[in-house]
């Protein structure tokens, strides 16, 4: 690319070494090397920072910022190399220095900015929109601790704080003169104004400073790059000096250590009041911060607001910015005076809203009295949008509105109040969209029908979509190169052309050439985990991978099942169960899910017992790789052959692994729940497992669902559930594993394992059968990795610039 010159670069890197950090090149250390190449990598995108900023002020667009509380954005050392389109160029130039890239890039700390799907969602999208020369941003909070650092010790789940040295890192851009003043607790004094109308004034508020910081991101082919702002918590500068005077030291610094907490941690505990709290902080901290910036941005070319939706379009990841309805419209009714008619139709045109949730219980709420302590004033607007829409409601349906108004209220009444944050962002938007077909469908038939009944137009679907530089280029390279030897590179920036990939199914060089490249990731894998987990797997075993978040809806229970079936079907029935296995699984489960460790206990568990039996062990192992982050999904996403996708129908909003497995050539064995469905439609049914119940039997099925009935039919699944229930996995502990039995058996199974356990042990079953044909399944393989053109995320941004945000390339 024609900013990138290497005799610069070598300069800037030398530079670094000497004169930052004092060190001759032969005594830094890797982290050393690592920092000094992010630097001068980094001076670059600066420069292609300003020349993106120039060009988005001469041309004046529509700008989309994007609010989440997380994001994933994993390492960016090698990502920026490879979206500069120099990567090879950098590892020859370390070369002549004796320092290996890949080994620098094992050195950086993930920033810890998120926990799962939401946030590298979240990432993807950044990544998207740069790349498609796109004028959008991200905006979160710059977090010292991510949700937390997994190790297991005996089997069970030991959470360990993860710090990301985000002050030190070499990508984080502090903007001085840029901080937030942000208002927060208080009271309303209830005042008039001039012309007698009621004034309602924010008093004896407390002061929080939001410091922006810039994490630059590089979309491919180095032509843009856009930013995501993360905002640290800091207290007023000045601190009660009367106080510290009289001798109270600790209690003068006490609000200035309370104020920082605000960005100390990823998601704290909400068990207690006080974390209940903090986590409301957290949100308002993000949504006032941004909001605040924006409009700052948007007024350096506007006088006033009537374009503010014209030139802003502001996208709500979830529910956690919800507040950013009553914040806006606080922001243009108080600070600048505008009509509350005005400022409503401005604050609807400019938001949009994604759900992410077809859970009720996860919906989030918040009692009143908590949002009425923090922001007291928000709850005020939050309150008037209600009686504003509540009056709506009146007028349309008349006496037939109180089961409506009860249900589509944005408080809702009880013992203690709450606010709905999904209802306050659902009537505060413009756009209500899901993430993939059924999910958008259950959200309007299901999880708000009657909001959907009044707003139709509001309602669209938005399939999710990964980026395929990151989960094709970066994490599998050797793939990366065979297709772009096969058609080209073009693909990259329109993955719709992978297709071109089919021509090469009768290719039996092409074949061999992608099942070597799956095998050496599966030898790379199986060096980690024998690193990792202590175990070690035959590479030539079928790779049977369920790696996500631990919960009971994603059903790593069901998988487990199967497992001990095999086990049984090996050791006392001695069946043939085709291609030897090896079950690999990875997540989190969070430090107050009881049920969820359990299950990583009971995975462990069984691993002992399998993997130590001389009559199983060779044709079957189970693995758990601990603390699942980015980096480790990109080394073992590239591995698999098996992909589980296997939640309960209907509970699933999309997920996104799904894609980066099929991307990455793993056949997937899944329901027909969230993004599988159209996963099966474009690479078709001979090239997926679908087993279980649909969404609608899923439904049916409710009402009258035994898991006894079930327990009594099936000898399999008796002698499973009898294992788990002997003290055959928790010889040292009996009763151990009690509760799992009693929650599938005596419980009511709510997630189904039961009723879907037979049709999967039958796919599971297939599936060995059909490894053993060598040619047959790399073609399964192949047309997995050439039919995923419309799970790139940029068709996912394309769809929303278009659809919602009205925001187009700058190029």
């Known amino acids: 690319m024609s900013y990138f010159d290497f005799t610069s670069f070598e300069v800037s890197f030398n530079h670094h070494i000497k004169y ?8 830094a250390t890797k982290l050393d090397l690592m920092n000094a190449v992010s630097y001068a990598v980094g001076k670059y995108l600066m420069d292609i920072s300003f020349e993106t900023n120039r060009r988005y002020q001469d041309n004046d667009p529509k700008r989309l910022y994007y609010l989440s509380m997380e994001f994933l954005i994993g390492r960016l050392l090698s990502n920026n190399l490879i979206n500069l389109g120099i990567y090879d160029k950098c590892a020859v130039f370390l070369k002549k220095y004796g320092i290996d890239l890949e080994e620098l890039v094992d050195e950086e700390r993930h920033p810890a900015l998120g926990n799962g799907g939401l946030g590298r969602l979240a990432a993807c999208f950044l990544d998207s929109m740069a790349s498609l020369d796109m004028p959008g941003f991200g905006y979160g909070i710059n977090y010292d601790f991510g949700l937390f650092k997994q190790v297991i010790v005996n089997g069970y789940q030991k959470e360990k704080p993860d710090y990301w040295p985000n002050r030190y890192s070499p990508w984080l851009i502090r903007q001085s003169g ?12 209830d005042t008039k104004d001039l012309d007698g109308e009621y004034n309602p004034m924010w008093t004896d508020w407390k002061l929080l400073i939001g410091r922006p910081h810039d994490i630059l991101i590089t979309g491919y082919g180095g032509r843009t790059v856009n930013r995501l702002r993360l905002f640290s918590a800091w207290a007023s500068e000045d601190f009660d000096m009367q106080i510290f005077n009289d001798g109270d030291y600790f209690k003068a610094v006490e609000g200035k250590i309370k104020s920082e907490t605000i960005s100390k941690i990823l998601y704290p505990s909400d068990s207690k009041e006080v974390g209940k709290e903090l986590r409301l902080v957290q949100e308002y901290f993000l949504v006032a911060c941004s909001v605040r910036d924006i409009i700052r941005t948007y007024q350096k070319n506007n006088t006033d607001f009537d374009q ?3 030139k802003i379009a502001i996208q709500l990841n979830d529910t956690h910015p919800a507040l950013t309805v009553a914040e806006l419209m606080r922001v243009l009714i108080d600070e600048n005076a505008l009509e509350w008619e005005k400022a409503w139709n401005i604050t609807t045109k400019t938001l949009g809203y994604t759900n992410h949730t077809l859970l009720p219980e996860a919906l989030e709420t918040w009692a009143v009295s908590i949002v009425e302590r923090v922001v007291p004033r928000h709850l005020q607007i939050i309150y008037e949008i209600n009686r504003r829409f509540i009056d709506r409601l009146k007028e349309k349906f008349g006496k037939n509105s109180g089961p409506l108004i009860s249900r589509m209220s944005i408080i809702k009444e009880g013992e203690e109040k709450q606010v709905r944050m999904a209802n306050l962002a659902i009537i505060g938007s413009h756009s209500v969209n899901g993430v993939a077909k059924i999910h958008s469908k259950l959200v309007k038939t299901k999880l708000v029908p009657e909001f959907h009944s009044l707003y139709p137009g509001k309602f669209n679907n938005k399939t999710n979509g990964v980026t395929p530089r990151r989960w094709i280029v970066a994490c599998n390279p050797g793939l990366a190169k065979l297709i772009c030897e096969a058609i080209g590179d073009r693909w990259i920036l329109d993955l719709e052309r992978i297709r071109e990939l089919e021509d090469f199914v009768k290719d039996q060089a092409f074949i061999d050439q992608f099942v070597q490249i799956k ?3 599966k030898k790379r894998l199986a060096k980690i985990i024998k690193k990792k987990a202590f175990e070690t797997i035959d590479p030539d075993s079928i790779f049977d991978i369920h790696v996500k978040r631990i919960h009971e809806y994603k059903r790593q229970l069901l998988n487990i099942l199967n497992i001990v079936h095999t086990y049984f079907l090996i050791k006392e029935d001695h069946m043939d169960i085709g291609q030897p296995r090896t079950f690999i699984f990875a997540g989190k489960a969070a430090p107050g899910y009881h049920t969820a460790k359990l299950i990583i206990k009971l995975i462990h568990s069984i691993a002992a017992v399998v993997n130590n039996d001389p009559k199983v062990n060779q044709l079957l192992k189970v693995v758990f790789l601990p603390d699942y982050r980015v980096s480790l999904a990109e080394k ?9 996708q296997i939640s309960t129908a209907g509970m699933e909003a999309s997920g996104t692994g799904n894609m980066k497995f099929a991307m990455n050539g793993a056949v997937t064995i899944g329901t027909l729940d969230g993004a599988n469905i159209e996963i099966a439609e474009q690479v078709g049914a001979k090239n997926i497992y679908i087993f279980g119940l649909t969404v609608e039997e899923t439904e049916q099925i409710r009402h009258q669902y035994n898991p006894k009935e079930y327990l009594d039919k099936d000898e399999r699944l008796k002698r499973v559930m009898d294992a788990i229930k002997s003290d055959l996995f928790c010889k040292k502990d009996p009763g151990l594993f009690d509760h799992i039995y009693n929650t599938l058996v005596d419980q009511g199974d709510y997630y189904l394992h039961f009723a879907d356990f037979s049709s999967y042990v039958n796919a ?31 068709r996912t941004i394309k769809e929303y610039a278009k659809d919602i945000w009205n925001i187009k390339s700058q190029i």
């Open 519 to 521: 095998r050496d990731n």
């Open 308 to 310: 503010l939706h014209e």
């Open 20 to 27: 930052t950090l004092g060190k001759k090149i032969e005594d």
């Open 764 to 794: 599971q079953k297939m599936i060995g059968k059909d490894f053993k044909q060598t040619n047959e399944w790399a073609v399964k393989s192949i047309l997995n990795t050439a039919r995923t053109g419309m799970f790139s995320s940029d």
């Open 636 to 644: 073992i996403i590239p591995a698999a052959n098996v992909s589980e």
């Open 178 to 189: 840029k901080k937030c003043m942000i208002p927060i607790y208080g009271k309303i004094e």
